[in-house]
């Protein structure tokens, strides 16, 4: 029980409700108790709990691409967390506690500007990853002069190399050096992003590669 000296705005001494007063070198404290770690979850918290867990590994690689590439859909939260929700509700597969994320399913930008046509992606030069895309100029907002949003994603690594400035959509091809992936397996995405910035186009997925 605490006691309340000199009435209700006196220093406090000993435990009131949640709170517990105290003195240190003659200087009243009031602070609260520290509560109960909970050691207990629910089934379908703990479900929830390492969907969130597989998801943040994926995309904390990418952190500051998502910023931007994911903006436009980023309504009173972050372009991380937009994509948090997007990946979450998307591409997740697998049952407790093995979940995986879907490469195929994921997003790494989100807009709607015109992505290309028939992108495709291959390792075919030591330490680097060859994307080539049918050029579409002129569909939508597509412009020439938007650039390529490359994305090359190592999951034995947990490591991602990306360029939010690569070739125009317009040079119908480009490289993303990637020596540190030379061996491995590595997911692969191309997205657009106007000259201005304002425009993002949506990813598509170009599969898994072996890095030469």
């Given at each position: 029980m605490g006691i309340i000296n000199k009435g209700i705005l006196g220093p406090v001494s000993g435990t009131v409700g949640t709170v517990i007063g105290g003195s240190w070198k003659g200087i009243s404290y009031l602070r609260s108790q520290p509560t109960s770690r909970r050691t207990s979850f629910t089934?379908?918290?703990?479900?929830?709990?390492?969907?969130?867990?597989?998801?943040?590994?994926?995309?904390?690689?990418?952190?500051?691409?998502?910023?931007?590439?994911?903006?436009?859909?980023a309504i009173q939260m972050s372009g991380f967390n937009n994509a948090m929700r997007y990946t979450l509700l998307n591409a997740v597969t697998g049952t407790y506690p093995a979940y995986e994320i879907d490469y195929s399913l994921a997003l790494v930008s989100r807009g709607d500007l015109p992505n290309v046509l028939n992108p495709q992606a291959a390792s075919t030069t030591i330490g680097h990853v060859q994307f080539q895309w049918t050029n579409n100029s002129g569909v939508g907002?597509?412009?020439?002069?938007?650039?390529?949003?490359?994305?090359?994603?190592?999951?034995?690594?947990?490591?991602?190399?990306?360029?939010?400035?690569?070739?125009?959509?317009?040079?119908?091809?480009?490289?993303?050096?990637?020596?540190?992936?030379?061996?491995?397996?590595?997911?692969?995405?191309?997205?657009?992003?106007?000259?201005?910035?304002?425009?993002?186009?949506?990813?598509?997925?170009?599969?898994?590669?072996?890095?030469?």
């Open positions: 089934q379908p918290q703990l479900e929830q709990q390492a969907k969130f867990s597989t998801v943040m590994k994926f995309l904390q690689t990418m952190t500051p691409l998502l910023s931007v590439s994911f903006r436009d859909y907002k597509a412009l020439p002069t938007d650039s390529s949003i490359l994305v090359v994603y190592c999951q034995s690594r947990n490591q991602c190399i990306y360029t939010t400035a690569g070739q125009d959509r317009s040079a119908g091809s480009d490289s993303l050096a990637v020596a540190a992936f030379s061996g491995l397996q590595v997911e692969t995405y191309v997205g657009f992003i106007s000259a201005d910035g304002k425009n993002i186009a949506s990813s598509i997925y170009t599969g898994t590669v072996t890095v030469m």
